[in-house]
């Protein structure tokens, strides 16, 4: 059974940088789409970025086009989001999550399995 546990999450001040990491276990990655999404206080779970398991097509929402990179290591089994330019809005709790399918969707309901998230706090 695949599981996801997310790290790096922190306190950073407007304008600065973070990465977040997503490691697996009991399966390996190579073979999943994994996405990025994150949740507000008082707010849905939100779309973030999404890679196929090539890490040759990826998809960003647009609060964050620009600023947020996603990236995977295959061979680490491990995802990354390096957020950059960080805004007070981004904060949030930030989870992973896999699929099984190519596309990198940014729907919620094609994710199976997702980690505990790791909480962003951008103060202003």
């Known amino acids: 059974q695949l599981q996801l546990v997310e790290s790096g999450g922190g306190l950073v001040q407007a304008g600065g940088s973070l990465r977040v990491s997503c490691a697996a276990s009991?399966?390996?990655?190579?073979?999943?789409?994994m996405g990025w999404f994150r949740q507000a206080p008082g707010r849905e779970r939100a779309f973030v970025a999404a890679?196929?398991?090539?890490?040759?097509?990826?998809s960003y929402a647009d609060s964050v086009k620009g600023r947020f990179t996603i990236s995977r290591d295959n061979a680490g089994n491990t995802v990354y989001l390096q957020m950059d330019s960080l805004k007070p809005e981004d904060t949030a709790v930030y989870y992973c999550?896999?699929?099984?399918?190519?596309?990198?969707?940014?729907?919620?309901?094609?994710?199976?399995?997702w980690g505990q998230g790791t909480q962003v706090t951008v103060s202003s």
């Open positions: 999550a896999a699929r099984r399918g190519s596309v990198p969707t940014n729907s919620d309901r094609e994710y199976l399995s």
């Open positions: 890679i196929r398991w090539s890490g040759t097509n990826t």
């Open positions: 009991g399966r390996t990655l190579s073979s999943y789409t």
